[in-house]
C-alpha cells in the first residue's frame, strides 16, 4: 500500500514540477482575472448608488415642478391676490377675526383672538 501512496504522490510531484511553467502562468493570470473584476465590480457598485441618488433627485425636482405649474396657475386668481395682501400686507377683512397661537411655559400652544381685526 505505501509503494501505490508514494508512486501517486510522486507522479503528482513529477508532473508540477514539469508544467510549473504552465502553473504559473495560470495563477498570473487568474490573479489579473480577479484583478480587473474587482476593480469593475467597484466602479459598478459606485455607479448604481450614483444613479439611485440621480433618480430621487429627478423624482424631487419633479415634484417640484408640478408644484411650480401649480403655482403658475394661481396665479391671477382671486384667492392668490388675497394670500398676498395677508402674507406681505398683513391686510384682512373688517369682520375677520385672528387667532394667533401663543406657547406656554410648558411648550403647549393656546390660541388666543383679538378683538379687532388689523386692516
Do not use: H
Not at 15 to 32: E, H, K, S, Y
Not at 53 to 75: A, H, N, V
Not at 105 to 110: I, K
Amino acid at each position: 500500500m505505501r509503494k501505490t501512496k508514494k508512486s501517486k504522490t510522486g507522479r503528482l510531484t513529477k508532473w508540477v514540477v514539469r508544467n510549473r511553467t504552465t502553473l504559473v502562468i495560470g495563477m498570473v493570470v487568474l490573479a489579473l482575472a480577479c484583478w480587473i473584476f474587482g476593480s469593475n465590480f467597484v466602479k459598478i457598485v459606485s455607479l448604481t448608488a450614483q444613479k439611485n441618488d440621480l433618480e430621487s433627485q429627478i423624482t424631487q425636482e419633479q415634484k417640484k415642478g408640478e408644484q411650480l405649474d401649480e403655482d403658475i396657475k394661481q396665479i391671477g386668481t382671486k384667492d392668490y391676490y388675497e394670500y398676498i395682501a395677508r402674507k406681505n400686507l398683513g391686510l384682512y377683512y373688517p369682520d375677520e377675526k385672528i387667532v394667533v397661537t401663543v406657547k406656554n411655559e410648558q411648550g403647549q400652544s393656546t390660541p388666543t383672538s383679538e378683538p379687532t381685526a388689523q386692516q
